[in-house]
């Protein structure tokens, strides 16, 4: 997409080994069938939500052309 830098990486923060490892077996399966993944994992810290027009996202802006494609992978 036209956003670069950090704050607008693609990230997985996991809790437990159980979710790390979940984590992983998910993106290798998308790596065997071709696909590049960018996502990183990381352990969890202190989570803080988001502001209400940052919730889902898409689902409420995906009309506009700053939304371009959502591909539904599972």
Known sequence: GPDIGEQYRSAIFYY????KET????IGILESKGLK????????KTFYPAEDYHQDFYQNNGKTPYCHVYKKRF
């Open 16 to 19: 437990d080994d159980a979710q």
């Open 23 to 26: 984590a992983e077996k998910l």
């Open 37 to 44: 993944v960018a996502t990183k994992l990381h352990p969890a």
